[in-house]
């Protein structure tokens, strides 16, 4: 059988053709980028363990009505997508201050926000990723008014949904970035969340003892990757009982 075609090629995924038009395979590596891509590895089993989170996570997003692009999961890698026109922007909504707007504001890591802040990012790699008003997004048309109301309603929505699950399994959702596309529906169009969602895009810290359970701790060299990640999935139940330790020691035959 011919290989798919590759369209794209990220830091941490790649996107394939899909089998029907109208979808795309999303394909998760165990590759970690850090400080736009300046620091990187390979964390042995992160790409399987963000596929199966994600995918949790969008099934449930789906289910309550906030539209996702999740089809389905495909093997241990891969997740069927609908194929969307990406808006240029990354959404990031904090319910405590950490990372950069502890920086940009002088807020030490940790102080609850008054509410959740909803803010915008350029997606430009050679820029950085910076922060961008409304003024911007609208004046340089990186997205309509209507778009930008449907991307703080999305942003609340994912919050309060991944908020409450993860609450649940006695983890604080710090912070988190969606990423969002434009699908078209006959002479209609919509906004649905796109990309991925998992402890590389979200901040989260056990609520018991604070331990980050996130990208932090790549970021930070705060101990191993694929441990934390592998918390998380356990809290949900994502691991099979007998599946092997994400790092330690590899039996030999
Ligand atoms: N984030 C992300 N990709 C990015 C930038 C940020 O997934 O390119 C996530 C990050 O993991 C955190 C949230 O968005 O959960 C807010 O990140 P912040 O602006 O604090 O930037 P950082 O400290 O990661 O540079």
């Known amino acids: ?11 941490a995924k790649i996107l394939y053709e899909g089998p029907e038009p109208g979808t795309l395979v999303q394909y998760f590596k165990d590759d970690a980028t850090a400080f736009n891509a300046e620091k990187r590895a390979k964390i042995e089993g992160k790409g399987v363990l963000n596929n199966r989170m994600s995918e949790h996570f969008m099934t449930g997003l789906n289910a309550i009505g906030v539209p996702t692009h999740f089809i389905r999961r495909l093997n241990m890698r891969e997740q069927l997508i609908r194929s969307v026109e990406m808006i240029p922007l990354e959404v990031v909504v ?5 990372g950069s707007i502890s920086t940009r504001l002088g807020m030490e890591e940790g102080t609850a926000l ?14 950085g990723d910076p922060l961008v008003t409304d003024e911007h ?3 340089f048309n990186w997205a309509t008014q209507q778009d930008l109301d449907d991307m703080v309603a999305l942003g609340l929505r994912v919050n309060d949904f991944m908020s409450g699950l993860m609450y649940g399994v006695g983890i604080r959702l710090i912070d988190f970035k969606i990423e969002i596309g434009r699908i078209f529906e006959g002479d209609y169009q919509r906004l649905i969340v ?13 609520a ?15 101990g191993n990757l694929a441990d934390a990640y592998t918390e998380v999935a356990n809290r949900f139940g994502l691991i099979p009982k007998n599946a092997p330790p994400a790092s330690g020691p590899k039996l030999v035959n």
């Open 94 to 98: 904090r319910n405590v201050a950490a």
């Open 1 to 11: 059988m011919a290989r798919r075609k590759k369209l794209y090629e990220g830091k």
């Open 208 to 222: 018991k003892s604070g331990q980050k359970l996130d990208k932090d701790v790549f970021r930070r060299d705060l």
């Open 194 to 206: 796109a990309d991925e969602i998992s402890p590389d895009s979200c901040r989260l810290w056990d």
């Open 114 to 127: 008054p509410r959740p802040i909803v803010e915008f990012y350029l997606k430009d790699d050679k820029l």
């Open 137 to 139: 997004i609208l004046a």
